[in-house]
């Protein structure tokens, strides 16, 4: 069974830009919740969303969005990109709404480089 | 604000010794931790974890300790092999939250 599926796998993007980051979650997976790991510090939530509703949002600015799809993948957008965006961005996934991060499973990530 | 921290930021045991890591948790409101592994260019990977109505669960060669006196949670792994090296972050779940701490960096010498 094929896992956590995030792309891209790497993305060098100028300050101010945009960014999408995708995922698809593990088959049958109704969950996805988003991560920020800072190089040299754990993951921080994002947001969690489950049958495409927000369900559990982090502190993070307004730049931050996200939605999932009828497939239940989802999309990271970042807008205005800044140099501290850039960092490790994980998608996980779990079968059911649950408590954030239970059951859940990572992907490898998006290495965000804002330059 | 509280927030999940880790005693040491590296660790490093010969193989085939028992290494412990430490991690400390302030939110009292924390009823549910996890201990995770990550390795070089990966996503974080599920231990073990481990409700507050607990002390104690095992795992394969993995055992978390939680202390919820001084607030204090131990990853324990038995006969640690060179496959264990990775950076080992802690948990803490309150309802509707999730907080890692920084991480230990485990170094398996052979």
């Known amino acids: 069974d094929a896992g956590v599926t995030q792309s891209p796998t790497h993305l060098i993007k100028t300050r101010g830009q945009h960014v999408t980051l995708r995922c698809s979650p593990i088959?049958?997976?109704?969950?996805v919740s988003w991560y920020q790991q800072v190089l040299g510090q754990g993951p921080q939530f994002i947001f969690q969303?489950?049958?495409?509703?927000?369900?559990g949002r982090g502190n993070f600015p307004d730049r931050f969005s996200a939605r999932q799809f009828p497939n239940y993948s989802s999309e990271l957008n970042v807008n205005a990109l800044l140099l501290g965006d850039s960092a490790l961005y994980l998608c996980?996934?779990?079968?059911?709404?649950?408590?954030?991060?239970?059951?859940?499973?990572f992907g490898q990530g998006t290495r965000l480089t804002v330059v | 604000g509280e927030s999940v921290g880790l005693h040491l930021p590296t660790l490093s045991v010969q193989e085939g010794d028992n290494s412990i890591i430490n991690c400390a948790y302030s939110?009292?409101?924390?009823?549910?931790f996890i201990w995770y592994k990550q390795e070089s260019g990966k996503g974080p990977q599920f231990i073990i974890d481990?409700?507050?109505?607990?002390d104690k669960r095992q795992g394969q060669r993995v055992t978390v300790l939680l202390n919820k006196t001084v607030k204090h949670l131990s990853l324990q792994i038995a006969a640690t092999q060179p496959g264990d090296s990775a950076v080992y972050f802690c948990?803490?779940?309150?309802?509707?939250?999730?907080?890692f701490g920084a991480g230990t960096r485990l170094t398996v010498k052979p």
């Open positions: 996980a996934s779990s079968l059911a709404q649950g408590r954030i991060g239970a059951e859940a499973f």
């Open positions: 088959s049958g997976h109704k969950s």
């Open positions: 969303y489950y049958e495409k509703e927000e369900r």
């Open positions: 939110n009292s409101a924390s009823d549910y």
């Open positions: 481990i409700r507050s109505n607990m």
């Open positions: 948990a803490e779940l309150p309802y509707n939250d999730m907080r």
